[in-house]
Each structure stands twice: as structure tokens, then as C-alpha cells.
């Protein structure tokens, strides 16, 4: 109960043959909303700060950092704290000494020689200081990187991908597409069992707000362990914070309208708990 590292979390999310929820940061209200739900929902989850929010705090990871470090502290449900899209090597750099356990460093933009040097530098960096390492093999085709519909992982690329590099967990394409508002993408389950009976460290599924809940469960049966869910909880929460603005113009509290989108926000994170528990 608090602050866990990712590791933990995901052998015991493999071992269950559970999924693990992993939900994006942006505000304080988001690692709220995310420990709020975590403990509705009696699981473990996982808040990840992605490169371009510490870009929207101006570049500075620290605040946001230890703002969401501090929340999983509080909580009463294991939380890990994780930086997600990393792209910078600097920033990766900092990740330990902020109270991350994990990073998830994407090279997925550079061809995959380059992508596999890339990431075996900042694996090694990292093991040193203790973190896992999760990445993601894109140069499969399809030059918006991974997450494009219609692209695919290998696997026996993935394989010698994690081979090469020593990560401890691959983001795989079998589907999904980020920032999906509806839930319309139409997951690979099959290639999903091949890649888990292929690569031996936990797959990971980005995308997943595009994903439907039975298919969720699917990809978990299958072999995915931890699953990224970013746009979906937003949704609920700006169409919370809309509603309350709209319920009145003259509202002005901020109170008002962020405390209707972390209450939004954990509820959904709360039933994607759930789901992925199942
Ligand atoms: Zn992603």
C-alpha cells in the first residue's frame, strides 16, 4: 500500500494473468483521480507521466513528478510512478532521482539499428539505477510509428529486439492507435498469443481507450499485461468539467469544475480496473 515499483506490479499481474491499468498524468487531478479509483476498484494501477506533459509544465519534471509521487504515497493502493514516451535522454536520466521506478523510453521514430543502440544505452543507464525498462519496436512500418492501424509486431523481430536491447517489458502494435475517442480499433488477439508465447518479458498495449472492454479482456487472456489508458479518462473527465461550465456560466470556483472531472475521472479508472481484472 503506496509507493511500489512497476516490476512488482507486473510479475504479479502475470502471474494472476491480470491486466494492469496504467493511466496518464497531466494535473494533480489526474494522479488523484487515479489513486481515488485504484482503491475503489481494490487494484494496483499505474500513474505514468508522459514526456509531453513534462513539456507542458514548462519542461520541469519535478513538480509533476513529485506531486503524483507524493499522492501514491498517501494512497492505500499500490501505485507505481512511471515515465511514459520518453524520447529525451536527459529526462531519462532524471527518472530515478524523482521517485520513478520505470521509464518507457521510444525510439520507435528511428529505423530499428538505430532504435536498438539507442535503447540498449539508456537500458544499461537505467538497470544501473535500479529501473526497468519498457520500449517499444515501431520501425515495422508505417512511418507514424507503432500505434498506426494496420501496423504490426513481429515476432520473431520482437524476440531479437528484446534480446538486443535487454528491456524488461515491449510495448507491442497489434491494433490499437493512440488518442482514440471511440471505441472502435480491432485488436489482434491472435498475433497478441504469439507474441506472448515468442517474447519473454510482459507485453504492453498502448491505445487502449480505442479498445472495446471484451476485447480488453481478450488481449489480457492472451498474454498483454500492462495496458496504457490515457484518452479514455480524460473524456470523462472534460465531459465532466464541460457539463458543470455549461450547468452554469457564472460558475468561476475551479474547485467546482476540476472536482466534477476527478470524480468523472476516477470512477472510469475504477471500471477499467475492473475490467482488466476480470
Ligand atoms: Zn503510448
Not at 498524468?25 to 483521480?33: D, F, M, S, W
Not at 519496436?137 to 520482437?158: C, F, N, Q, S, W
Not at 490499437?176 to 471511440?182: P, R, V
Request: with cysteine.
Amino acid at each position: 500500500m503506496a509507493l511500489v515499483p512497476l516490476a512488482g506490479l507486473l510479475a504479479d499481474a502475470a502471474a494472476g494473468g491480470h491486466g494492469l491499468g496504467a493511466f496518464n498524468v497531466i494535473c494533480l487531478e489526474h494522479a488523484e483521480a487515479i489513486a481515488a479509483g485504484a482503491e475503489r476498484a481494490g487494484r494496483p494501477a499505474v500513474l505514468q507521466i508522459s514526456q509531453n506533459a513534462v513539456r507542458y509544465h514548462e519542461g520541469r519534471l519535478a513538480p509533476i513528478a513529485a506531486a503524483a509521487r507524493e499522492v501514491a504515497r498517501a494512497s492505500t493502493a499500490d501505485l507505481a510512478l512511471h515515465l511514459d514516451h520518453v524520447e529525451d535522454r536527459a529526462l531519462a536520466g532524471a527518472a530515478a532521482g524523482n521517485g520513478f521506478g520505470s521509464l518507457m523510453f521510444d525510439a520507435s521514430r528511428l529505423d530499428v539499428d538505430a532504435n536498438v543502440a539507442a535503447t540498449r544505452e539508456v537500458v544499461e543507464q537505467a538497470h544501473r539505477e535500479g529501473l526497468l525498462v519498457e520500449a517499444e519496436l515501431g520501425a515495422i512500418g508505417g512511418k507514424d510509428g507503432a500505434h498506426t492501424p494496420g501496423v504490426r509486431t513481429d515476432p520473431d523481430e520482437a524476440v531479437w529486439f528484446v534480446e538486443a536491447t535487454g528491456v524488461d517489458a515491449l510495448a507491442v502494435a497489434v491494433g490499437s492507435s493512440h488518442a482514440m475517442t471511440e471505441r472502435t480499433a480491432r485488436l489482434d488477439v491472435e498475433l497478441v498469443a504469439r507474441l506472448a508465447q515468442a517474447v519473454p518479458v510482459p507485453l504492453v498495449l498502448h491505445g487502449s481507450s480505442g479498445v472495446d472492454d471484451a476485447s480488453l479482456v481478450a488481449a489480457v487472456r492472451a498474454g498483454i499485461v500492462k495496458v496504457n489508458i490515457g484518452t479514455a479518462v480524460n473524456v470523462a473527465l472534460t465531459a465532466a468539467v464541460r457539463a458543470r461550465l455549461d450547468d452554469d456560466p457564472a460558475l468561476v470556483d475551479p474547485r467546482r469544475y476540476l472536482g466534477a472531472g476527478r470524480e468523472a475521472m476516477a470512477a472510469r479508472v475504477a471500471e477499467a480496473l475492473k475490467v482488466l481484472a476480470a
